[in-house]
């Protein structure tokens, strides 16, 4: 009798140990996730609004539709080469928070113990779409090994130069809908997590409100992404990217670290 006492308050107490564990890695994800959104959207919107290097306008001259191109292209690469150090660290960091975004989900599951199927279908759509956010991320860093490199000219060679900048702009259209159907399994994912915070969790109601916003503000900027609808795209980026997900992925590393002590 003792010997099963002794076993019962041993498998408590490292039950407890592992609650703490995964709610310190929750409190570490969130804060990660919320301030790495939050990096992420506001290098983005500072490129997207032109405030970092004015971009290149195509114009047409005497020389020529092709040698016009050429011109263009080189131009847009230069651009480029100026604000990389934007692009890349928007995606690296963006790709991390991803990732801790997922990490959040499976601390979450854990918090609320729960064998229904809303908390299982968040820790699913977490990764799912996580890993597809992170591979638009990294397919559209591509475009780094041409940008990283100067003095690419239209000038002795336009057809080389026209095709590596479709190049590119193959590469960005690879990006469209794996980010944009990311977002919607993501967004799914979220009013996973709302449902779950306000049925039966102890986290705060409140949290699990924000949860249903944040989703159907993702979901609305997943179909501006796909529509190609760019004033919508750029305030539901900002509302989403700064203010909604920072604010969702902050709050919940704080209550998950509470558990932590």
Known sequence: ??????????????????????????????????????????????????????????????????????????????????????????????????????????????????????????VTLFMVGGVLAVVANLLYLANVE???????SGDQAPESMVAVGRATTAINNLTTWPEAFGMLVLAAGIVCLGRTVRRGSDLPQGLGTLAYVTGAALAALAMTQMAAADTPRQILSGAVGVVLAPWLSLWLGRRLGQVAG
Do not use: C, K
């Not at 041409?146 to 690419?152: A, P």
């Open 1 to 122: 009798m003792d010997t099963m006492v002794d076993i019962r308050a041993d498998g408590s107490a490292n039950a407890a140990d592992a609650d703490r564990a995964w709610a310190r890695t929750g409190r570490i994800a969130g804060y990660l996730a919320g301030i790495g959104f939050l990096v992420m959207t506001a290098l983005f919107l500072l490129d997207e609004f032109d405030l970092l290097d004015a971009p290149p306008t195509f114009v047409r001259t005497g020389a020529g539709a092709l040698q016009d191109e050429a011109t263009f292209w080189a131009a847009v690469f230069a651009h480029q080469h100026r604000v990389l150090w934007d692009v890349v660290v928007r995606d690296v960091v963006g790709s991390a928070a991803f990732v801790a975004l997922i990490v959040v989900g499976i601390a979450v599951r854990r918090r609320v113990a729960s064998d229904r199927p809303t908390p299982q279908l968040m």
């Open 146 to 152: 041409f940008w990283r490199l100067q003095g690419w």
